[in-house]
Nanobody, 124 residues
Framework: QVQLVESGGGLVQAGGSLRLSCAAS????????MGWFRQAPGKEREFVAA????????YYADSVKGRFTISRDNAKNTVYLQMNSLKPEDTAVYYC?????????????????WGQGTQVTVSS
């Protein structure tokens, strides 16, 4: 069982930055692939980024590539999402997710554990 708690969301102007954190409980965090997803009002949840349990492999949606960076600190049981050059279309609730697998999925339905989400609002 893994419990996930996101933090770091907020209101930022276009072009600004935010860093999201996802703190995980459980002793085997280092064996979980982690993902970040987001959901805007009236839209389906979409993939943002994912990282393997070693941190050696990362994956990004085309819409955030070059602007967002996913990373993890297994000693702190935490995964991060550094978001730079934010755009109004990045506004959404951001969720972190976990799955005990080698290669992190990019489909939300493949993840087993989810956090409660944190709101990110980017003003123009």
């Amino acid at each position: 069982q893994v419990q996930l708690v996101e933090s770091g969301g907020g209101l930022v102007q276009a072009g600004g930055s935010l860093r999201l954190s996802c703190a995980a409980s459980g002793r085997t965090f280092s064996r979980y692939a982690m993902g970040w997803f987001r959901q805007a009002p009236g839209k389906e949840r979409e993939f943002v980024a994912a990282i393997s349990w070693t941190g050696g492999n990362t994956y990004y949606a085309d819409s955030v590539k070059g602007r967002f960076t996913i990373s993890r600190d297994n000693a702190k049981n935490t995964v991060y999402l550094q978001m730079n050059s934010l755009k109004p279309e990045d506004t959404a609730v951001y969720y972190c997710a976990a799955r005990q697998t080698l290669r992190p999925p990019t489909s939300a339905r493949e993840y087993d554990y989810w956090g409660q989400g944190t709101q990110v609002t980017v003003s123009s």
